[in-house]
DNA sequence: GTCTAACAAACGAACGTTCGTTGGCAAGAG
DNA sequence: CTCTTGCCAACGAACGTTCGTTTGTTAGAC
């Protein structure tokens, strides 16, 4: 009989958060989830909010470590954007509860930590639309579309893939980072 | 005192659902929207998941008659194309709360309805597929991108405009347009 | 090696609140 | 008079959370 960790609350937490969104997951059913009564994860948590806070916060972490590793990579602009996109492509795929939560739950988080994560995501599309900018200054990315527009239209084609997406598919993730890239005109 | 009728509690209620989400909508905070109690409501619907049903069958419609007009259009398959990207455009951004419902809140339906509309996506998604296919044949549609893929990243992109796009900014509908034919790499 | 003190994990009952919903009644419009 | 609209009071269920208690494990003292 091995018993519960906060890790593990976590993770069942992602996982409904993910899912059924925050609102629509009670203390009940999480507790269900690991074999628990709901009041018993007050012995691992301090609150529920504190559990999203928690699950969008290591979503967080990932992207912002993704796109740390991108910017280390040396080469032209058009190597780094190719490393971002891999990179949000892991997180997105390797992660689904966390990136999901991170990415549409954020609104149920109290206000102070809501405009943390809105930060966070600005500074992430501010990355992608600096190494366009790059790439089009070095001459190693041609996009008709302007740096500003083409972030956001990048981020929103992969910010949709965890919905559509199976590994086990024909298409191997290294195969859809060339057809994202082709698609958007850089390959 | 002017009084309250159905239309006006259905379109409170898309309001309230796109913005906090169905499960994060209660009867009461639907009610102070239009200066009623929670109660009253009942007076113009059946119950709180009829609301959901009806916003988002609004929402469905709403895409269905833009996929309709957009096929009748004649001229080769990118002039169909560009009908039906302008049509989502205008749907996404004219109908803002029945949109976002629609796209959003799906999964807090009954599962009857969820699967309607869920097969109502599919054959949406199929349309943009079909006149992917149809320009290639036609050779008025260039796209690197295979027919499937590319719907799919069409869509992601038009789904998301509704989160950054301003009808006050520099950026009219119209170029929007040009800019998402453009990105993707078929004008 | 045993006894003991501490601790973490979970239970079960209960708290106050909010939830969706119901039913009876009142006011006003056609 | 009737129909629509809304209020009011109330329902049972579910919500997040707290509390005192129990259980199993771990660590140190004897």
């Given at each position: 009989m091995?018993?519960?960790?906060k890790?593990?609350?976590?993770?069942?937490?992602?996982?409904?958060?993910?899912?059924?969104g925050?609102?629509?997951?009670?203390?009940?059913?999480?507790?269900?989830?690991?074999?628990?009564?709901?009041s018993?994860?007050?012995?691992?948590?301090?609150?529920?909010?504190?559990?999203?806070?928690?699950?969008?916060?290591?979503?967080?972490?990932l992207?912002?470590?993704?796109?740390?590793?991108?910017?280390?990579?040396?080469?032209?602009?058009?190597?780094?954007?190719?490393?971002?996109?891999?990179?949000?492509?892991?997180?997105?795929?390797?992660?689904?509860?966390?990136?999901?939560?991170?990415?549409?739950?954020?609104?149920?988080?109290?206000?102070?930590?809501?405009?943390?994560?809105?930060?966070?995501?600005?500074?992430?599309?501010?990355?992608?639309?600096?190494?366009?900018?790059?790439?089009?200054?070095?001459?190693?990315?041609?996009?008709?579309?302007?740096?500003?527009?083409?972030?956001?239209?990048l981020?929103?084609?992969?910010?949709?893939?965890?919905?559509?997406?199976?590994?086990?598919?024909?298409l191997?993730?290294?195969?859809l980072?060339?057809?994202?890239?082709?698609?958007?005109?850089?390959?």
């Amino acid at each position: 009989m091995s018993r519960n960790t906060k890790e593990d609350v976590v993770a069942a937490a992602g996982r409904l958060f993910a899912t059924r969104g925050y609102e629509g997951t009670s203390m009940r059913d999480l507790g269900g989830e690991l074999g628990l009564l709901g009041s018993s994860l007050y012995s691992h948590v301090g609150s529920k909010q504190d559990l999203l806070v928690e699950v969008v916060g290591r979503g967080a972490e990932l992207f912002q470590r993704s796109i740390d590793q991108a910017g280390e990579v040396d080469g032209t602009a058009r190597d780094r954007l190719r490393s971002m996109i891999a990179g949000h492509l892991d997180v997105v795929l390797d992660h689904r509860d966390e990136g999901r939560t991170f990415l549409n739950e954020a609104r149920s988080l109290d206000s102070e930590h809501r405009s943390e994560i809105l930060s966070a995501r600005n500074r992430y599309e501010s990355a992608f639309r600096t190494v366009l900018e790059e790439g089009t200054a070095d001459g190693s990315i041609m996009m008709d579309t302007e740096p500003a527009i083409g972030a956001i239209f990048l981020l929103s084609i992969l910010n949709a893939v965890e919905r559509w997406y199976r590994d086990d598919g024909k298409l191997s993730r290294a195969d859809l980072v060339d057809e994202v890239l082709e698609f958007s005109g850089v390959l």
